[in-house]
């Protein structure tokens, strides 16, 4: 059993920035792929970003492009989603995820049903 902790959500004006962590357990933590999905009341989950096992590729939603960064740091098994110009439409739960297929497709790791492990989610309010 994986568990998975998110934390470094608030609230931040829009145009703001935050940095949001993930923290796992397991030794195998640098063998899964890292995802984060967000949740707005009312409306579907959705996808924001994925890493590779290695750190070397990523994804991302197109609403965030160039907005956001994940990154990951295999030793502290940490994967962590900067967040910068922060819009008000940003405003979610936003939710860390593990997948223990070393298979590397953005129609893959944009899916959540693809993932095998969920945080509890840390909320992020963008103020307008």
């Known amino acids: 059993q994986v568990q998975l902790v998110e934390s470094g959500g608030g609230l931040v004006q829009a145009g703001g920035s935050l940095r949001l962590s993930c923290a796992a357990s397991?030794?195998?933590?640098?063998?899964?792929?890292m995802g984060w999905f967000r949740q707005a009341p009312g409306k579907e989950r959705e996808f924001v970003a994925a890493?590779?096992?290695?750190?070397?590729?990523?994804y991302y939603a197109d609403s965030v492009k160039g907005r956001f960064t994940i990154s990951r740091d295999n030793a502290k098994n940490t994967v962590y989603l900067q967040m910068n110009s922060l819009k008000p439409e940003d405003t979610a739960v936003f939710y860390c995820?593990?997948?223990?297929?070393?298979?590397?497709?953005?129609?893959?790791?944009?899916?959540?049903?693809?993932?095998?492990?969920w945080g509890q989610g840390t909320q992020v309010t963008v103020a307008s």
């Open positions: 995820a593990a997948d223990r297929s070393l298979a590397w497709s953005y129609t893959l790791k944009s899916v959540e049903a693809n993932y095998d492990y």
């Open positions: 397991g030794r195998t933590f640098s063998s899964y792929t």
């Open positions: 890493i590779r096992w290695n750190g070397g590729s990523t």
